[in-house]
């Protein structure tokens, strides 16, 4: 599964959703919206709770995910407690026809947690391509970004790196109980 996420997908995020949830989706997305249950069988917890079918809650995410509502279901890890304690956003100015093919190389390297494009704001922001990479020291990001460089090769226009000074929370549209 690649991280890169390609302006196409980005703005389908943004455009209006026709998904009209009904009673049970919004009781689905209130009991999901902090997470799936940490169990060997999530889906059926929340059925258990919902008073309704595993295959309900199943085929009702589905839908979900097929209009736009939910974007992806993944594991997202706390990197801070894994050891994971300095992160750097690495920019990238690599040419605009090659930006989909070394996306999705960037974003299958098992050290970027995500990697999408952007919109270049020249001439002061000419980077193109964004890719959060993790380490538990400076040394091991380094190497990262070096794997990158070599990754990108001769399309490596130049590049930067934006290290993070604190932790901001992070949370997504929470509806109320």
Known sequence: MSA????SEQSSMNK???F???ELDRKII???QEGLPLTPRPYHQIAEQLN????EIMQRMQRMQDTGVIRRIAVVPDHYKLG????GMTVWDVPDDMIQVLGKKLGSMDFVSHCYHRPRHLPDWPHNLFAMVH???QAEVDEHIHAIVELLGEHNRGHNVLFSKRILKKTGL???K
């Open 4 to 7: 890169y996420s390609s302006p």
């Open 16 to 18: 209006p959703n026709v």
């Open 20 to 22: 009209k949830p009904d």
């Open 30 to 32: 209130v009991a999901t």
């Open 52 to 55: 309704v079918t595993p295959e």
């Open 84 to 87: 994971y304690t300095l992160n």
């Open 135 to 137: 380490g538990r020291t």
């Open 174 to 176: 929470r509806l109320k």
